[in-house]
């Protein structure tokens, strides 16, 4: 599966944004999806994932109450709504898809089978 991460942008300390990630290839449905980021100098860290329905999410400390994830299987898309974003938000934010279940798992970098480029979120305070 490729996939295709849009929507960064600059945006003011406490705005909002909206990622896309856009799947083709091989059935999206089948994946499991998550959003990763890595900031200047740090390791790639999770965000956000979601099952294969969309029924079932995860989320990271950082990302508790003000991250959504959402997928439309009709539409091979993963979003990413963020709220009250923070300077310390600013990253680059990657999709990504894992085959096997992630159900109990823990939602490494490593456990995901395709990436796709990443798009630059910056949060101005």
Known sequence: VQLQASGGGLVQAGGSLRLS??????????????????????????????????????????????????????QNTVYLQMNSLKPEDTAVYYCAAAERSMFGQRWSRYAMDYWGKGTLVTVSS
């Open 21 to 74: 990630c856009a799947a083709s290839g091989r059935t999206f449905s089948r994946y499991y999806m998550g959003w990763f980021r890595q900031a200047p100098g740090k390791e790639r860290e999770f965000v956000i994932g979601i099952n294969r329905s969309g029924g079932s999410t995860h989320y990271a400390d950082s990302a508790t109450g003000r991250f959504t994830i959402s997928r439309d299987n009709a």
